[in-house]
């Protein structure tokens, strides 16, 4: 049940975000970020909280697994909007990567919602947030995130870490 139990702990964040989307560009916006996860439900559950202080924003991830389908729910929420964001991006770990996805819409034209964790070792992951405009043809990575562990390694339990 535990596929996020690698993330409790707390993170340094390097955050990539694509400056404009759709539109073919590559220049991308680079700020460091703070993350502190944790495990509930004995693994079945997750909750992180971001924080961007050169942004000037929070943002919070609350992640259930369906025992019965054995899918995950990823929410997302924003402290500037208030609102807990739907859809929720819904999916699997599959060899160590996690594929996640969800028919939204952005800046009012209808996508696709793609994202994948994958790279994860006891002190690093990597996040990316991908959209489809042609129904999966073609995908562009709008966002990454690199996660570096903080102030040490993960304990054995999996709902900290170890501070050296």
Do not use: K
């Not at 909750?47 to 050169?54: L, N």
């Amino acid at each position: 049940m535990g596929d996020f139990d690698f993330l409790a702990g707390t993170w340094d964040v390097t955050n990539r975000r694509l400056r404009q989307r759709h539109v073919g560009s590559d220049e991308w916006d680079e700020f460091p970020a703070t993350s502190v996860a944790h495990r509930f439900f004995d693994g079945a559950g997750s909750f992180d909280e971001m924080r961007c202080p050169s942004r000037g924003f929070s943002g919070s991830t609350v992640r259930i697994l369906d025992p019965a389908t054995g899918l995950w729910s990823i929410y997302w929420m924003h402290s500037r909007r208030g609102i807990l964001e739907l859809p929720p991006v819904v999916g699997r770990f599959v060899d160590g990567v996690g594929t996640f996805f969800a028919d939204d819409s952005d800046e009012g034209r209808p996508v696709r919602c793609r994202f994948i964790w994958s790279g994860i070792t006891p002190t690093s992951c990597r996040w990316e947030q991908a959209f489809s405009t042609d129904g999966e043809r073609t995908w562009e990575t709008n966002w990454i995130m690199d996660f570096t562990r903080a102030g040490g390694e993960p304990d054995q339990a999996g709902g900290g870490q170890v501070v050296r």
